[in-house]
């Protein structure tokens, strides 16, 4: 069974930084064709796809509008997924919920709150 849980939320000032996680259990990164994704919902909004990278190639992808405030990384070690965000905005306040894609389906984490205030 696929399962994903984040960690690494938090309050932060505008500016600062964190380093969100997301740990995958169920299949291993070395010998998968899966990708893990980062997305965030705000309250009120649809949820958005923010980063993703494949697990083995570790090709990666981002949201416009995210580019050059985000970096996504994978551990295959760990069979970890981790997304550093620098420069945080209030606007940047959101759960962010990572999500294996899998040739068996999509599986998601219940998410880690993401709050930019001063």
């Known amino acids: 069974q696929v399962r994903l849980v984040e960690s690494g939320g938090g309050l932060v000032q505008p500016g600062g930084s964190l380093r969100l996680s997301c740990v995958v259990s169920?299949?291993?990164?070395?010998?998968?064709?899966?990708?893990v994704r980062w997305h965030r919902q705000a309250p009120g909004q649809a949820r958005e796809f923010v980063a993703g990278?494949?697990?083995?190639?570790?090709?990666?992808n981002y949201a416009d509008s995210m580019q050059g405030r985000v970096t996504v990384s994978r551990d295959i070690a760990k069979n970890t997924v981790a997304l550093q965000m620098n420069g945080l905005k209030p606007e940047d306040t959101a759960a962010y919920y990572c999500?294996?894609?899998?040739?068996?389906?999509?599986?998601w984490g219940p998410g880690t709150q993401v709050t930019v205030s001063s």
């Open positions: 169920g299949f291993s990164f070395s010998f998968s064709s899966a990708a």
């Open positions: 990278i494949s697990v083995t190639g570790g090709i990666t």
């Open positions: 999500q294996a894609i899998t040739t068996d389906g999509a599986y």
